[in-house]
């Protein structure tokens, strides 16, 4: 019996602040567990950890951090996680994680004095995701929904920008969706997308990023 056989899939969703993401990965969880699979939410940043509360006051802006020091506290605080998601995998439990390294590089990397190779570092190694479902809206539709600009990095220049980054870590393993419709219409093609990267997730062993 090998390990492998019956991991469970680890989904990455991706996208600009107020595209939708939290509200699909939850509907996504709560349709794969009525459907009899085994899945778990996860959120970074993790803002419950010790880590995680620095980095949430330095969004709520009650915190100033240096541009370096807060993108490698965001890195700390996903590699805290591993252990326990590895575990999860293992053990047949489909993870659903509301943003990861992608969106690591592309805030940090949006900023001035920070380069794409030099963010990229410190994710080395993590736990590949077996897809990511990038969720794209207009800049516009983004910034007329609920609460946008209450924190840190909600400015729509700046949110264009980590869009242009995003765009450059984009390869095969995405699957990029337009998030500009329904949240049922939405939530019913993300579902299917998901049961084919469970289904052939199974088969295949955990991968590390960027190695
Ligand atoms: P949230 O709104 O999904 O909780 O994300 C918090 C903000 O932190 C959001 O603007 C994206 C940003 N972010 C980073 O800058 N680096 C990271 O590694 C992650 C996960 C999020
Ligand atoms: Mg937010």
Redesign the pocket.
Known sequence: MSTSANRGAFIVFEGC?KSG??TQCSLLVERLNRDGISAQLL???D?TTTIGKM?DSY?QQSCQLEDHS??LL??A??WEAMPKMNELLNSGVTLVV????F??????SAKPELSMEWCREPERGLLRPDRVFYLTVGAEVASQRGDFGA????KKDFQAK?ATMFDKLKDDSWTVINADKAVTELSNEIFEHAMNVINSAQTEKLGKLWL
């Not at 509301?98 to 390294?101: H, I, L």
């Not at 969106?103 to 940090?108: E, L, Q």
């Not at 924190?151 to 909600?154: A, D, G, L, T």
């Open positions: 602040d993401k939290s959120k970074f940043p803002r980095i969004l807060i993108h965001f890195a605080n996903r509301d943003r990861y390294s969106s690591g590089v592309a805030f940090s924190e840190r990095y909600e980590v």
